[in-house]
């Protein structure tokens, strides 16, 4: 029997001992192709000193061609909502930052106004009142704040124009995870998924306790409570309901969150909207 | 004090940390400290970032791997350890560095423009049959891909690549094999497999430069 082997050395025929008995300028289409069991004494042949730099060379056009087509909307969605969630806790930082520096000021104003980006806006926009507790300050002194709460609300726009843009691509590309999870969850599931086709493929238990990996692996070593829900906890129909209801919503929503998953995946049809009804008419 | 010969070919030691000698000298790619000797540089070889490390580390007086070897590394990711393993088998070695995840692959690529006896291949490693066109046959074979079914991957690897005679180092990680079970369990499982295929010449925990991680070395 003679069989034929495409390696990036060449074409290459081969007999039943595993020995390279020719080469050829193309594949012959007529020969079978060489057994597993003969490769490893076929690529024998190429443990040489001489065949390395094509080696070298071949496998690095191939991979880099590869690294540069692997990119993708799944790449996209997760770089965005990763800076998101780093903007988010950025913000929070520099806020409450900016609230203990401004209040050396004109501390009513952090006092009244507990949300962060309507406190940012109103430090640019508000003037201090006569009354206050706060310390008289130099110009100087009241423009180093100001600075800081410029770049802060431009942190906020950034984070609202990365929203818009997320939303946008998702729409497209998962069109069933967006509508039924909402942008921020939908982006999550896809960040702690890794790719559309690796959450298509989980199971919805998985997808339940996406994020909740901590706690699980607790679980299964020490036997602690299992835990019930994972980023799914921040959708709208579990933070609505009694606590008592959350654990049997968690199952639902991510069995139909799954279900999208399959349908954005291979291309089906748009059936979220349906299922958000139905769920809400259950659970809402 | 200066780094000297090991016991183990290839690595250097100054009693306390190992180190290799860098082929590639003035390439520094992971923040490893080093140590110059005139011309010679050695690259400190961390057993905490690299498991191959913690088994040296551990005791081990084999693991196989010499100058101008042929070495197929499953789970090359970012390229720590293949680095140095780049380091021990020299100019004239080779390493073929297989990993299926784009992002650490494109690190990896860049670090094989460094030093030419890197070759990477985005693949995975369950399935050879995608690369065996692109590969040689190799002397060893050196898995560390943290998968469930890890001892399938590396048997079959074995089987396909590495020659008669070639060792295999299996890193172990028991909780991505199964979490309820107690570590030691599933690594005497691990080995009584590998024992119906292979010769096992040694077993080390990793303990305590890795948690719940043991190296098993094969021979073909
Ligand atoms: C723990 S890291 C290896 C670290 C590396 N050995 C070192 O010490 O520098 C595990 C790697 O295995 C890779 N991996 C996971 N599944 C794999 C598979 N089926 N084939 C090859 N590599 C795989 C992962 O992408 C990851 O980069």
């Known amino acids: 029997m003679k069989y034929s082997f495409t390696h990036a050395l060449g074409h290459f ?61 799944d790449n996209l969605i997760v770089q965005t909502i990763s800076t998101m969630t780093e903007l988010d806790r950025t913000i929070n930082l520099f806020t409450k930052r900016l609230r203990e520096w401004y209040s050396l000021y004109f501390p009513e104003l952090s006092e009244n106004v507990s949300n962060h980006e309507k406190f940012v806006d109103m430090v ?39 929203e818009t843009y997320l939303q946008t691509i ?66 709208q129909l579990i933070q609505k309901a009694k606590k008592k209801d959350r654990g049997k919503i968690a199952r639902v929503l991510a069995d139909k969150l799954s279900l999208c998953a399959r349908l954005d995946y291979f291309k089906g049809e748009f059936k979220a909207k349906e299922y958000r009804k139905d769920l809400e008419r259950k659970f809402g | 004090m200066k780094p000297i ?46 498991k191959l490390a913690a088994m040296i580390m551990k005791g081990c007086t084999n693991i196989g791997i010499r100058k101008n070897d042929v070495v197929l590394y499953l789970g090359s990711s970012h390229g720590y350890t293949p680095s140095f393993v780049s380091d021990m088998v020299e100019e004239d070695g080779f390493i073929f560095g297989i990993d299926p995840a784009p992002r650490v ?29 692109r590969v040689c046959a190799v002397d060893i074979v050196y898995q560390d891909v943290a998968q469930r079914n890890q001892t399938a991957i590396f048997v079959k690897n074995c089987k396909m690549f590495l020659k008669k005679g070639g060792y295999g180092l ?32 040694d077993y080390r925990i990793l303990e305590p430069f890795e948690k719940d991680h043991c190296m098993i070395i094969i021979k073909k």
Do not use: W
């Open chain 2, 105 to 133: 692959m494109r690190d990896f690529v860049f670090l094989a423009e460094k030093r030419n006896n890197l070759v990477p291949v985005l693949a995975d490693a369950f399935h050879p049959e995608t690369y065996m066109d």
């Open chain 1, 170 to 235: 998702m729409k497209k590309y998962c069109p069933n995870i967006t509508e039924l999870a909402g942008v921020t969850i939908g982006a999550k599931l896809l960040e702690l998924g890794k790719s559309l086709k690796h959450l298509a493929m989980l199971p919805a238990s998985t997808i339940q306790l996406f994020g909740a990996e901590k706690a699980l692996f607790r679980h299964l070593k020490t036997g602690s409570r299992s835990p019930k829900y994972g980023i799914i906890y921040e959708h």
């Open chain 1, 13 to 73: 025929i081969v007999n039943d001992n595993g020995e390279i008995i020719g080469t050829l300028a193309k594949p012959d289409a007529k020969l079978k192709k060489l057994p597993f069991e003969l490769v490893q004494c076929v690529l024998e042949n190429f443990k040489q000193k001489k065949y390395f730099a094509k080696l070298y060379s071949k496998n690095i056009v191939i991979t880099k061609k590869a690294i540069k087509e692997s990119v993708n909307e």
């Open chain 2, 5 to 50: 010969p090991h016991k183990i070919f290839g690595i250097y030691t100054d009693k306390r940390r190992i180190y290799t000698k860098n082929v590639f000298p003035g390439k520094i790619h992971f923040e490893e400290k080093t140590v110059k000797d005139g011309p010679i540089e050695y690259r400190e070889f961390d057993p905490r970032r690299s």
């Open chain 2, 170 to 201: 299996l890193a172990v990680k028991a909780r991505s094999i199964d979490i309820t079970k107690k570590p030691k369990q599933i690594f005497i499982e691990v080995r009584t497999q590998l024992e119906k295929e292979f010769t096992v010449i």
């Open chain 1, 124 to 162: 640019l926009t508000e003037k201090r009142p006569q009354e206050t507790i706060g310390a008289n300050m130099q110009q100087k002194d009241i423009a180093e704040m100001i600075k800081l709460a410029k770049h802060i609300q431009t942190m906020f726009r950034l984070r609202c124009e990365h």
